[in-house]
């Protein structure tokens, strides 16, 4: 059986972000298990802002974005959040795909400064249930990111909880990413 591919998608492109801090910390935990890991940061992927009509021909980022989400059988979303929810960015990249979504699961992990990131999380998991993803009950969120630096200057700091909760969020998403693959091997999904 081929290792799974989890997609890490990198959400914010603020200049000064601090997304791929988190990001680098949770791909150091996925490493531990035996995956592909593919990480996109929506900085670099260059997706136009504006969508084309249904049958204009996507554009060439998006056809190249839209390769690596159909490879991928599982995705975790690293987003900040922005006035309750999660930014532009992550609508934008969600919105230019469809069935490369479905029957996959998702799992968000959202920061914040003062919010702790759930309100992007709960905002994130209605709008991939329209896609057909399957957003698992597990999401990390941390609150007060910015302060969560260890004196060595390595992020986070020691914190067993959060490792607890990181490794119980990782089980799930491979657990339902394992159990969906082979359902949509048996039987191709039908949006």
Do not use: C
């Not at 940061?41 to 969508?51: E, S, V």
């Not at 959202?110 to 896609?131: I, T």
């Not at 020691?158 to 091997?185: S, Y």
Request: proline share 7%; net charge neutral.
């Amino acid at each position: 059986m081929t290792r799974l591919r989890v997609a890490l998608i990198v959400g914010s492109t603020r200049t000064g972000r601090f997304g791929p801090t988190v990001a680098d910390w949770f791909a150091g935990r996925l490493h531990r298990r035996d995956l592909d890991l593919d990480r996109i940061d929506l900085a670099t992927a260059d997706l136009p802002d504006q969508l084309t009509g249904h049958d204009d021909p996507a554009p060439a980022a998006v056809r190249a974005l839209g390769a690596r989400l159909t490879a991928a059988d599982a995705f975790v979303v690293v987003t900040p959040e922005y006035n309750r929810s999660f930014p532009a960015s992550v609508k934008n990249a969600i919105d230019w795909f469809d069935t490369e979504w479905a029957a996959k699961p998702v799992t968000i992990i959202g920061y914040g400064s003062d919010p702790e990131g759930g309100h992007a999380a709960a905002h994130l998991r209605q709008v991939f249930a329209e896609l057909n993803a399957v957003p698992i009950r597990r999401t990390l969120t941390i609150p007060k990111a910015w302060q969560r630096f260890a004196a060595d200057g390595t992020w986070p700091r020691r914190d067993p909880e959060l490792e607890e909760d990181t490794n119980a969020l990782v089980d799930q998403l491979l657990w339902w990413a394992i159990a969906l693959r082979a359902a949509r091997k048996a039987t191709p999904f039908v949006p």
